[in-house]
């Protein structure tokens, strides 16, 4: 699984949620913190969204627009006619996000640019080809297409980041020997890593690969090993029933007591209470 897989995955919960709504001419409405990402799409009309700071964007046909941080906002119908619009949230996990996610905005304007974000595009079009009329299957198709969808709009905010910036995941991802890096750590979390290993596996000296890496993720590399391990223990204790010794063995702990003090120190409970209070929420 690539890095972006991953980070959605770590921290999407529950299912999506998606509605087609109308806005009547001057409608105004307060969105509140949400505890997750939210998403706009204009259809009809002109929707202004508003963030704390003050920043606007109108949705127009087509124009998305990304709150990744659940942030509170105004929306308003900027014409004297109804307008139509696409709104939808994910949940997402956030005693731990990505730092993928952490290093996104509060609000990405994404305007309709079919030459720039074509899977985006097209995630929009047919999401509305299924809430046009009604079609067998259709229960099954929209969580999927929703899937879809955020991955296409993390894409194309990573896009405007990295023109704006030389540094941070935005670049990260594209940068070939930290993006190289990055793949091992997440398809091996159990290999005995080490800068020097990690260095010679992206092709530079230890010194440079920890530079490189440090100063794209914003952490050293095993300090980002480390909290990749104890997120992929979390997420074994949480969906398996398998025992704390092999749960360490996957996550490349070399006996289960290092596995169960780093996993104290990281989330604050054993891993054992950590299972029992996440089933008994599930």
């Not at 700071?53 to 659940?70: C, M, Q, S």
Request: proline content about 6%; aromatic content about 8%.
């Amino acid at each position: 699984m690539d890095v972006l897989s991953d980070a959605i995955g770590t921290m999407r919960v529950g299912r999506p949620s998606l509605t087609l709504e109308d806005a009547d001419p001057w409608w105004e409405k307060d969105a509140g913190i949400f505890d997750g990402a939210r998403f706009y799409v204009g259809t009809t009309g002109r929707i202004e969204v508003t963030a704390p700071d003050e920043a606007v964007v109108t949705l127009r046909p087509g124009d998305a627009v990304l709150l990744p941080h659940g942030t509170a906002h105004t929306l308003a119908n900027a014409t004297d006619r109804t307008a139509r619009f696409l709104s939808g949230a994910y949940r997402l996990e956030r005693a731990r996000p990505h730092p993928l996610f952490q290093d996104l905005p509060d609000l990405v304007s994404l305007p309709a640019r079919p030459d720039r974000y074509q899977g985006l595009q097209a995630s929009i079009d047919l999401l509305l080809g299924e809430l046009g009329e009604p079609m067998h299957g259709r229960d099954l198709v929209l969580p999927a297409l929703l899937e879809v969808l955020l991955v296409h709009l993390i894409r194309a905010c990573l896009i405007e980041r990295a023109g704006a910036r030389a540094t941070g995941w935005c670049v990260a991802l594209d940068d070939e020997v930290v993006a190289r890096s990055l793949r091992a750590l997440h398809e091996r979390p159990a290999d005995p890593w080490t800068v020097e290993s990690l260095g010679a596996h992206a092709g530079l000296s230890r010194a440079a690969f920890a530079r490189r890496f440090t100063a794209m993720v914003g952490q050293p590399p095993l300090t980002y090993l480390t909290w990749w391990r104890l997120t992929v223990a979390a997420r074994l204790l949480q969906t398996t029933d398998v025992p704390l010794s092999t749960v360490a063995q996957r996550t490349g702990y070399g006996s289960p007591y290092a596995f169960a003090n780093a996993f104290k120190r990281e989330y604050g409970i054993s891993a054992g209470r950590y299972r029992q209070q996440h089933r008994t929420g599930r």
